[in-house]
């Protein structure tokens, strides 16, 4: 599986923006997709998770703010991002695992990443 992410860019504090992963593959609505970020000099964070059956998990921090959606025709993974703060800026990486009923939540749980996209939110 082959990964893309893209549509990151610069936004304003309270903007929205909106991430999309590209798989390549048949496979890609058996493979649960994650989202991650990593700001700069911190570590990569898990921020959700949408499973094959469309069940998804946020971390705290952007609960109520971001939504994770996929379309299994496309091969998409999408990550909505509203009310964005300066905190939200960092690359983010979009991630597929091959247990896909599963929702995962640590880097090592997932098999295949994209590149980073970045975000940059101003104050």
């Known amino acids: 599986v082959q990964l893309q992410a893209f549509g990151g860019g610069s936004v304003q504090t309270g903007g929205s923006l909106r991430l999309s992963c590209a798989a390549s593959?048949?496979?890609?609505?058996?493979?649960?997709m994650g989202w991650f970020r990593q700001a700069p000099g911190k570590v990569r964070n898990f921020v959700s998770v949408?499973?094959?059956?469309?069940?998804?998990y946020y971390a705290d921090s952007v609960k109520g703010r971001f939504t994770i959606s996929r379309d299994n025709a496309k091969n998409t993974v999408y990550l909505q991002m509203n009310s964005l703060s300066p905190e939200d800026t960092a690359v983010y990486y979009c991630?597929?695992?091959?247990?896909?009923?599963?929702?995962?939540?640590?880097?090592?749980?997932?098999?295949?990443w994209g590149q980073g996209t970045q975000v940059t939110v101003s104050s």
């Open positions: 593959g048949r496979t890609f609505s058996s493979y649960a």
């Open positions: 991630a597929a695992h091959r247990r896909g009923w599963q929702l995962p939540n640590t880097i090592s749980d997932y098999d295949y």
């Open positions: 949408i499973n094959s059956s469309g069940s998804t």
